[in-house]
């Protein structure tokens, strides 16, 4: 769109605005709070008061905020934006390591956390020198951690401002950091005008306007949904519970007309027995025009299920921290295309370049992914403006795809993750994909394998789901082959999977992803494999009794703690593998726990804790207790 334009308005001014044309209109819902624009517009006057105060009205103070999926998260997000400061975006699920990282790069002064998140931080203070305030935005059972102010008297104290941040539009409003894939999490510097606009992009993208009512049913607020309601003017539903069922019930008696969800929580609704026996009218309800995804893949398959189920289009769309976030979307109509991420957001523009020349590639030519817009960030923490960009002024994402005659993007695999075979790019999560749909694999992942002659081969790992027919001589060695074989009958010659290993379980990120660096390395060593990789096994003739222990130290309620942890302990239990289970609680700390699960071999543990289920309710633990997982095996036993 080559005329897009924005408002010239800083982010707290988004909030203002709406606020002054629709007063009483509901900003913010939850399963037992509804806030208007005027409401929340107050509270936000009220904290950007405080922080003015604890800050001495420095522009550009660090202060951070936890993304709660709650009214809180947008009343203290548009406040510290108000005051001059800068929002420092903080994971409220991280543990101690990656809090103590994001709020010393950082430099945050005063952090507005959930009881959980700013006990932790308390008990960091001595790391974090310049961590000076920490205000507690929730208080499970009217406890506040020692050393920490309740928000209550924040909003409380002293009178609101009455005058907006008046920050200049390319000033830092907000550090958003990375999710650390591919190294340490970095600091993402973005300007009130890169916020704004993404707003606006996301209005046009997605059709919003100030009749629309839009539902979050994700782990975590995101800016994106919450600037570009305040942009349209339209009505945000936080849905808390981590049933996707519950979601759609949500929707339906809200009036939800845009309906955000994670792909894992998209996959789990689509394979969900009770979504086929629920009523039409629980489907989402009467309004529901759109279920919008983003954040990873959404499978196709998992996306026409929900349309055939719903109604409505299932799309996704694609982006990043350093683009505010959103730069590709999927539209509904002809150009819809199952599987791709769509074509650039209004204002947005994107090419793909060769990985060797650096020179722009043709429709269906696979390349890295590039984009120009008003959205693109500052630059990141400790780096120089620009810093990151070609002479062009074009930004690398680090993502490798191709665009079909449409101009439709589809993404391929991240440029760290794929190898050359010859001359041809190989994506190992395309292989992945084919190999995971095997019976006999409980769970695999590939990597490049140096090889002098072609430059790398596919080497595949492979978790081998329990099957006596393999227990035979050879008969493990005989299943890799067929495994591989299935597979190669589907890829390229330079896909083709060359060595298959045995792995006890595939190491993985803590977001879920394998950790092919770890695997990289191994390879290209050719040695013994790092502690963090779980030894190669090949052609192993038995599995080994495993022993799952867990330490977990709880930081928000105890009782809330013990039964997601029973629900968890029911299901787990309930699984293939599943031997027996004990949870411990220590004598002298009495909110440090252990679990110890014993399981018949680390694939049957490895397949369970991959599951939809396990993922959701895991979910609830998240803002309880930190954990500290491993997977043993026996060395010793007595009678």
């Not at 994670?262 to 489907?283: E, F, M, S």
Request: net charge neutral; proline share 8%.
């Amino acid at each position: 769109m080559p005329n897009f334009t924005h408002p010239s308005l800083t982010v707290d001014g988004l909030l203002r605005r709406a606020a002054g044309r629709d007063p009483e209109g509901i900003a913010v819902r939850t399963a037992d709070t509804a806030l208007t624009l005027r409401e929340l517009d107050a509270r936000a006057d009220r904290i950007a008061a405080f922080v003015r105060r604890e800050t001495g009205r420095r522009p550009g103070a660090r202060v951070g905020v936890a993304c709660v999926l709650d009214p809180v998260f947008a009343a203290a997000y548009h406040g510290v934006a108000r005051s001059g400061a800068t929002v420092v975006l903080i994971n409220p699920l991280l543990g101690e390591d990656g809090l103590r990282h994001v709020v010393a790069e950082a430099g945050a002064e005063l952090v507005l956390a959930p009881a959980a998140t700013a006990g932790l931080l308390a008990g960091l203070r001595g790391a974090l020198p310049e961590l000076r305030t920490l205000v507690v935005t929730d208080s499970p059972g009217g406890v506040v951690p020692a050393g920490c102010l309740p928000l209550d008297a924040v909003l409380e104290s002293g009178e609101p401002v009455a005058e907006d941040s008046g920050a200049d539009l390319d000033a830092v409003a907000c550090v958003q950091f990375t999710t650390g894939t591919t190294g340490r999490p970095k600091g993402v510097r973005l300007t009130h005008r890169n916020l704004v606009a993404n707003a606006r992009q996301t209005v046009l993208a997605h059709g919003l306007g100030p009749g629309s009512v839009t539902l979050n049913h994700l782990p975590l607020y995101h800016v994106m949904h919450l600037n570009s309601a305040l942009d349209a003017g339209a009505c945000q539903v936080l849905c808390q519970d981590p049933d996707p069922v519950v979601s759609l019930a949500v929707a339906a008696g809200c009036g939800v007309t845009h309906y955000y969800g994670l792909p894992a929580r998209l996959h789990r609704l689509a394979a969900d027995a009770r979504l086929p026996r629920l009523p039409h009218a629980a489907r989402g309800g009467e309004r529901l025009t759109a279920v919008l995804s983003g954040g990873s893949a959404l499978l196709p398959e998992a996306a026409r299920t929900l349309r055939d189920a719903l109604g409505v289009p299932v799309v996704q769309g694609y982006g990043m921290a350093e683009l505010s976030p959103l730069t590709h979307f999927q539209r509904p109509g002809p150009h819809h295309r199952p599987g791709s991420v769509g074509t650039p957001v209004p204002g947005t523009k994107s090419r793909l370049v060769d990985l060797g020349t650096r020179r722009p590639v043709g429709v269906r030519r696979t390349g890295e992914v590039q984009v120009k817009g008003p959205q693109l960030m500052a630059g990141y923490l400790g780096e120089r403006p620009g810093a990151r960009l070609d002479p062009d002024g074009w930004f690398s994402t680090g993502d490798l795809g191709h665009v079909d005659d449409d101009g439709v993007l589809w993404l391929l695999d991240r440029v760290d993750d794929v190898f050359k075979y010859d001359n041809e790019i190989v994506s190992p999560s395309r292989i992945e994909r084919l190999l995971a749909k095997d019976p006999r694999v409980a769970d695999c992942v590939v990597a490049g394998l140096p090889d002098g002659e072609h430059g790398g081969v596919v080497w595949a790992g492979v978790v081998l789901a329990p099957d006596p027919a393999a227990a035979g001589p050879g008969g493990v060695a005989k299943t890799l082959d067929s495994i591989a074989a299935r597979a190669n009958e589907q890829l390229a010659d330079f896909e083709r999977v060359r060595v298959t290993e045995v792995l006890d379980a595939v190491p993985r990120t803590p977001t879920g992803k394998p950790a092919r660096r770890l695997i990289r390395r191994r390879l290209t060593a050719g040695g013994p494999a790092p502690a963090s990789v779980p030894p190669p096994h090949p052609h192993r003739q038995e599995q080994t009794m495993v022993t799952f222990v867990n330490k977990l130290t709880v930081h928000g309620d105890v009782d809330a703690f013990l039964a997601v942890k029973d629900r968890l302990t029911s299901y787990m239990s309930g699984q293939p593998g599943y031997v027996s289970h004990q949870t411990l609680r220590h004598a002298g700390q009495p909110n440090v726990f252990l679990e110890l699960a014993v399981w018949q071999d680390a694939a049957a543990h490895g397949k369970a804790v991959r599951s939809e289920e396990f993922q959701s309710i895991v979910e609830g633990l998240g803002p309880l207790a930190t954990p500290e997982p491993g997977l043993y095996e026996t060395v010793e036993a007595s009678a």
